[in-house]
């Protein structure tokens, strides 16, 4: 895979929800913890040390501890939220070491939520300007102590590389000597952030703080969790959506060596054992009757039956803008419909929870997006006060929204309550992919008219499940989900009447959730594939089509500009071979995508080339967002090309790798990634690719055969033989 990044250079997205922090800051990183070794938040923890804030922790040794607010789960977010709290600190970068926070929506709570989440690709967007605030106060109370002992003005001082250093006289303290003194300062206001043009650290493609301990194995995830005298557990759940335990023979079970106990509970079996081994051979011995209840005629027929029949009725309004009945009846119309279907999350890392429950505390183990619902869900289940129950927290392997939820842990306590001492519970690949919360099916729904090569009116429909109305009711307003409709009512292009809708069809017992980008990756699939037909139907080049309605957007007609150039686009191409674009305005970031793809007499689909282009504002660590797009990029294709969930009688089909494919390593194709230089804040990266991939797969095939295809994932019947458009 080659990857070419350049430097060279929208915002909106979800400005709903600004809840403000309460509380201050800290700063820590220790890759990794085995955290049954360590308390959570020792009672000690700022004793003898300069503790501004939540974030920050220097001890008179000049040790630097970064308190990290969000989790890793392969994006990269310790090094880059490390790189912005040691660029506005002055700090040693080399000499600082990590901590995850523990489990607090006061201190820890994601700026643009109020709770403790990752998600939303906004890790870095969220906190980039409260963690510079934070350590910039840090910084001045640090100088401010030594301007005291030296009696000068601190505007005569100056940091680097953790010291304070007076200019006219050139001498020097270290952090660690100012620990103790800073502690008393009295924290400025209003101080002044850097300069961008002064950054040390933030822009330049700094190594990963995690990747040495990922090669050489010691990286500990929340699997790796290890307690002395622990068992281990795996569990299955009935196969239809809401049935319940009738009966089990766990005859056979028993006897298998190594198998401790038979847990049966009302919706699920487990089979604890003295090791994972002896935890799965048992549970496959158990024969289990079930009660399958209503849901076992429940199939994606009638889902989807269900859900077409739902985007005929008239949605709640979103946004609205000019005349859309009058955009409507103006010019020549076109109208499409677009299906995207579930999708399963299958992260690398099984879902897993470790816990020892005693009669007085809980405590977890685990890799978690929402440390805060963990703890309080552990609590629920174990019966406890929310301050009796510890969580651990680990780096993730995978997390794409899945572990925004807690029922693994919900599940592992509840286990835990017929287990004397910690039990680890591991769920199968089979469990994982047939008992997930899926990302939603959705239909939508686009008409729009066309005068003089340019778009007059738009209606857009968006129908689905709200997961904002389980997940976070706030987000759930007057019948819209803001997730649904984000990347639509934000979409980049210059439209004088637009309309768009939105209407919740929950699907009956699927659980849907969270699935890196959700709203944005179904909507900008619709809209950009549409926006090609749209083109075909004026008779313009795709790319010209977009770039005569982006007079009001630079950044992301540069974006186009960039790709359109990078791609070759125009280029003479091979029978059957395509290039297909994308433009998207999701989670604050300005990118461009086209995928060249060549589809085969049969159908099957060969990716040739990806190029992007990418204005995320301030590239922290621009090898970051390089990866990320790259990952993304492979995440949505994978999905584009093969990805579905189908329910039969009650029952998910697919069960893993052998049925839920990915994308593989020879299947990849070169990915050019191009970074443009912005002044402008942090937009988010991590679930843009994953946007990115599709419609611009969708298109590049629509080039090559001329079939315009509105549903995914792709269906090579539909592209056989085609003909060259």
């Known amino acids: 895979m080659a990857v070419v990044q350049k430097n060279s250079e929208r915002v909106s997205r979800r400005s709903l929800l600004s809840a403000g922090l309460a509380g201050g800051f800290v700063f820590a990183f220790r890759l990794p913890v085995r955290a049954f070794n360590e308390p959570v938040q020792p009672p000690d923890e700022t004793a003898g040390k300069f503790a501004p804030n939540a974030f920050i922790r ?41 901590e995850h926070a523990p489990p607090s929506d006061k201190l820890y709570g994601n700026p643009m939520f109020g709770i403790q989440a990752t998600g939303n690709s906004n890790s870095v967007r969220a906190w980039w300007k409260p963690l510079r605030t934070a350590t910039a106060g840090a910084r001045a109370m640090l100088v401010q102590a030594a301007a005291r002992q030296w009696q000068v003005d601190p505007a005569s001082c100056a940091t680097a590389n953790s010291e304070v250093m007076h200019k006219a006289s050139g001498r020097r303290l270290s952090y660690g000597a100012l620990a103790i003194a800073a502690s008393s300062e009295a924290p400025p206001k209003d101080v002044p952030l850097k300069d ?174 929402v440390m805060t619902r963990v703890q309080s869900e552990a609590a629920k289940a174990a019966g406890l006060p929310v301050e009796k129950v510890t969580v651990n927290q680990h780096l993730l392997g995978g997390g794409f929204g899945r572990k925004l939820e807690p029922d693994m842990v919900v599940a592992a306590v509840r286990i835990a309550k017929h287990v004397d001492g910690p039990v680890k519970v591991v769920w199968t690949r089979e469990e994982d992919i047939q008992h997930d919360v899926y990302r939603p099916a959705y239909r939508d729904t686009i008409a729009a008219t066309l005068s003089g090569g340019k778009i007059v009116g738009w209606k857009y429909k968006v129908s689905g499940s709200s997961i904002m109305a389980r997940w976070f009711p706030p987000g759930f307003q007057k019948g819209i989900d803001i997730d649904a409709v984000d990347s639509a009512i934000d979409i980049p292009y210059d439209i004088p009447n637009l309309q768009v809708e939105y209407v919740r069809a929950e699907p009956p017992a699927v659980p849907t959730g969270f699935w890196r980008g959700v709203g944005p990756n179904n909507n900008v699939f619709a809209i950009e594939c549409f926006m090609d037909e749209l083109a075909q139907k004026a008779g313009k080049d795709p790319i010209d089509f977009r770039r005569s309605m982006l007079a009001s957007q630079p950044r992301f007609l540069a974006a ?86 189908t329910i039969d009688k009650g029952r998910v089909q697919q069960s893993n790798f052998n049925d839920y494919r990915m994308l593989r390593i020879d299947q990849t194709p070169r990915i050019d990634v191009h970074v443009i230089k912005s002044g402008e804040a942090p937009g988010g990266i991590g679930e843009t690719g994953a946007t990115a991939g599709p419609p611009a797969l969708r298109n590049a095939i629509y080039a090559a055969t001329g079939v315009p295809l509105r549903r995914l994932p792709i269906d090579r019947a539909r592209i056989a033989g085609g003909r060259k458009a």
């Not at 990290?68 to 080399?94: H, K, N």
């Not at 699920?268 to 003295?274: I, P, Q, R, W």
């Open 58 to 98: 220097i001890d008179p040794s000049g040790k630097t501890t970064l308190v990290m607010p969000q989790v890793e789960m392969g994006q990269g977010v310790y090094t880059s939220i490390s790189m912005i709290l040691a660029e506005e600190l002055d700090a040693d970068f080399s000499q600082l070491t990590l």
């Open 196 to 369: 961008p043009s002064d950054f040390v650290l933030i822009g330049k493609p700094l190594r990963r703080l995690d990747t040495p301990d990922k090669v050489n194995g010691n990286a500990v995830y929340g699997i790796d969790a290890m307690l002395p005298d622990m068992k281990f557990a795996t569990l299955k759940t009935c196969p239809v959506f809401g049935g319940k335990v009738v009966k089990v023979d766990d005859s056979a079970a028993r006897k298998i060596p190594g198998v401790q106990k038979i847990v049966v509970l009302d919706d699920l079996v487990a089979v604890v054992g003295d090791h994972m081994w002896a935890a799965k051979k048992g549970l496959d011995a158990l024969a289990v009757n079930w009660d399958e209840g209503p849901n076992a005629r429940i199939g994606s027929k009638e889902i989807w039956q269900d859900l077409r029949a739902a985007s005929e009725k008239d949605g709640a309004v979103a946004k609205s803008t000019g005349d859309i009945a009058k955009g409507l009846s103006t010019g020549d119309k076109l109208e499409a419909s677009y299906e995207l279907p579930f999708l399963a999350h299958a992260t690398m890392e099984p879902v897993n929870a470790t816990v020892h429950l005693k009669p007085d505390s809980c405590e977890v183990w685990t890799g978690t997006q």
């Open 560 to 645: 186009l500009n960039l790709v359109a150039e990078k791609s070759n686009w125009g280029q003479p191409l091979p029978a059957r071979v395509g290039r297909g674009v994308c433009l998207q305005p999701s989670f604050a970031s300005f990118i461009a995508t086209v995928v060249e793809a060549e589809v085969d007499e049969y159908g099957e689909v060969n990716l040739r080339r990806i190029t992007s282009a990418v204005d995320t504002g301030i590239a922290v660590n621009p090898d970051t967002v390089v990866a990320q797009l790259q990952g993304g990029l492979i995440f949505g294709l994978t999905a584009a090309l093969y990805g579905e969930i």
